[in-house]
């Protein structure tokens, strides 16, 4: 099988003129693409029209180009090769092809008549390279060939489909990270000798080729940088990637010359419509959905109801990505693609009215999520406020930045502490509650609701100080302005803060005071019962553990009733306690085997630690020494994650005691540590899938429905009306 071949010197004498429509040598080493390269020519074994897409720059020309080169002699009359980028006029197209073609024919007929004739009879398979500018003329034209030619084939690339029947669209993603990395090497090398990515600058390389996207062209013209700059410098000026990312090769297509050329030819094809919502959309960072989009960019201009047709523009265009994620179909632009909005956005000066809206809509996006936290949809609320991290930080930090909307950047804050506490984000939620509570607003109810939330992360950190000085202002601040959802909620976490802190009486005394304030205002929602479950949590510590187990089957019953998990399997970590406490171990591990999965699904890694904990002493009491072990290493691993071990409590921290006393006397030191090695290189899933009985196999979550604002997109409701959550 015939393959390009690299140039060189060669002796002899110099070869003869390519024949139009040639397939070009390569000029460097074709490098990763192996699975691209392999759906591609699967792609055309069994399809006669297979389209390569693809943002500008991605590599869509060289794939076609290498896909092509490998494929050549499964074609008795080769391959011919149309580059139609420079082309500008649409009757000229015919022309062109036959040029490839070298079809000459003088008869006066039309030119595709011609074509048509010339390979009818043919077995070929025609490259055409460039072609979204023509994409019409391109359709009709290959359309025709394709019905009058039975052994053509046809394999295009371009920013969009043509949409001829038959057609097989295979999307063309930037490259993964290794292969990047590796081509980024390869071309460097070539600009200065004897370049290897070393561990001096192996992090710089990866984050180059992260915040590029993995984009070829980009990583190419980044290499041609180091002639004057080092990595390290080049990273460093990539805010401004549009002015440092230009090439100085002779020899190369205008639009692959700079970054920006290789971009603005996708924004010159786009309409007028298109470059407005290209321009709007990038506001957002990371992935966003159709609702989003529809409050954040809609106007006079762009009516929500039109929105949906011109994003399925800019999809067949490759501006935006469509992806299929557990939060349902959401679109994403990459960086580079991003920016380029940026740029037409802050040219329209119209930025800070769209990232008001943007934030408007996420302020929204998680009041809901709070309230629906309290249902049977918690996993997807789950997928949804992962999917929208990025942009729930970029309304954070909006909030933040102005002194007048302090208060809205407290809620916003306050109001995630189910995805703070919930799912495995206690340092990230630590960290904007302490930047919103440093700022002075003046919405007291927000800063109260931030309070008690702060609160309650730095008890489960461990950080007896911290939470001890957030409850106080809270509570005092709840007095001073007659706030009782507040109120109710310090002295829930002042409790909490009790009980981690061994003092058991007045954990219990606070926590059933607490629950008392929550009947009295009508409070009831994932964080009240929780309260229950700390209460059952005390009172089991004290060996009353009949009344916590009555108090945990409380709950259960409760959770069932509104499909609640979350704090379900919180009930079910006291249930297993109180069960391992009165010898049934079997009963026990049941119990933590359900707690773990629900934990494990919602990455609630607080929740992970305790349950393994818990595990290994019932590993111990069925005779498995060395699997304590190795789970009490696991855990030891995920805590550092979570905060301070066991939350320095002796209560807490007793059972583990007990289990590393017993297993290192049956194992020995030697046998105990390196058993808690193997437990310490587990990470999250290798350690649950030890524990759960599908082997760490999680059914998955059921497909999203719309989360979020209500369909007449009215901005979200006023966060000074409640300092806590609303009743679910």
Known sequence: ?????????????????????????ELNRFIGREAELAALTGRLASARLVTLTGVGGVGKSRLALHGAAILQDRFCDGVRLVELSALREPHLLDHAVAEALAVADHSGRPVRAALGDHLAGRELLLVLDGFEHLVDACAGLVAELLRRAP????????????????????????????????????????????????PSHAQAVGELCRRLDGIPLALELAAGRLRALSVEQVLHRLDDRFRLLTGTARGVLPRHQTLRCAIGWSHELCTARERLLWARLSVFAGQFDLEAAEYVCSGPELPAEELLDVIEELVAQSVLLREETAAGV???????????????????????????????????LATWCELDWFSSRQAEIAARVEADLPNLRIALEQSLESASETYLGQYLAGTLWFYWVGCGRLSEGRHWLDRALELEGDHDDARLKALWVAGYVAVLQGDTVAALAALQ??????????????????????????????DMPRAEELLRGALARYREIGELNSTVLL????????????????????????????????????TRAYALFVLAFAAWSGGETGRARGLLEECLGIHHAFHDLLGVALAIELVALVALDEGDAEEAAVLQGAAGRIWPSVGLPRFGSRHFGLPHAR???????????????????????LDLDAAAARVLPSG?????????????????????ASPSASGGETAG
Do not use: K
Request: overall charge neutral.
């Open 1 to 25: 099988m015939r393959r390009f071949t690299r140039s060189g010197t060669a002796s002899g004498p110099p070869p003869a003129p390519a024949a139009p429509g040639s397939l070009p040598s």
């Open 696 to 716: 760490g196999v999680l059914p998955a979550r059921r497909p999203a429905v719309r989360i979020g604002p209500p369909a007449t997109h009215e901005p979200a």
């Open 151 to 198: 052994g053509l084939r046809v394999l295009a690339a371009g920013r969009r489909p043509l949409e001829v029947p038959g057609e097989q669209v295979v999307p063309l993603a930037p490259m993964n990270a290794t292969d990047a990395a590796e081509l980024f090497a390869d071309r460097a090398a070539a600009v200065v000798a004897g370049f290897t990515v070393g």
């Open 659 to 681: 289990c590393e006393q017993q297993a290192r006397r049956l194992l020995g030191d030697a046998g105990y540590e390196r058993a808690l090695r193997v437990g310490d290189a």
């Open 330 to 364: 959401r679109y994403r632009m990459l960086d580079t693609v991003r920016a380029y909005g940026a740029d037409w956005l802050a040219a329209a000066q119209d930025g800070e009215r769209l990232r008001r809206r943007h934030r408007d809509w996420y302020l929204g």
């Open 473 to 502: 202002e809270c509570s005092e601040g709840a007095e001073r302005t007659g706030n009782a959802t507040a109120a109710a909620y310090a002295l829930h976490r002042t409790g909490c803060l009790a009980l981690v802190r061994d």
């Open 531 to 566: 309260g229950q479950v700390e209460l059952a949590m005390a009172v089991a510590f004290r060996g009353e553990l009949a009344d916590a187990a009555r108090l945990c089957q409380d709950v259960l019953e409760v959770c069932e009733d509104h499909g609640e998990r979350w």
